[in-house]
């Protein structure tokens, strides 16, 4: 079997920068212990990525924060997370979800009879979420976990009902 852990955006800018929350600040140490539970080389990691012109996209015009913006503070992994990760793949998505994280997973488990996806991180109801269903849709016979105690979202009534939304998907939530 093999066993894969995907870090989702524990970003400066989700923690404790421009839309950090202390429900994201709480989780930091259990990631840290997450990622510790794994073989570097079986953990991937995400980094929402914006450029200086995010306030002119559309995501900018809804959510007019500007964050995660390329080689700033706050698009920075957090430091303790970062040092655990130590090598693991890191895949930066200008987006919510990244296919092309849902591919490098699906070749990860060519040739093997079962593969186990864990997510962890920010947001679960925005980009958690959205890699969830993109990695159960390109291995829908993964068997693809997130841990809740890992993860929070923007408000405990979002992160709740991003939990159920996956759960409706066929992801396990523990």
Sequence with gaps: MKKLLVVIDMQNDFIDGALGTKEAEAIVDRVVEKIGEYPKDHIYATRDTHGDDYLQ?????ILPVVHCVESTHGWQINEK??????????????????QALADMLYLEAVGHEEVEIELVGLCTDICV????ILIKTRLPEAKVFVD?????????ESHDA????????QCIVK
């Design 81 to 98: 997370v970062a040092e655990a990760l130590g090598g693991a793949v890191i895949v930066n998505k200008g987006t919510f979800g990244s």
């Design 129 to 132: 979420v959205s890699n969830a």
């Design 148 to 156: 809740a105690s890992c993860c929070a979202g923007v408000t405990p």
């Design 57 to 61: 996209t559309q995501e900018g015009e």
């Design 162 to 169: 991003a939990l159920k939304t996956m759960q409706m998907c």
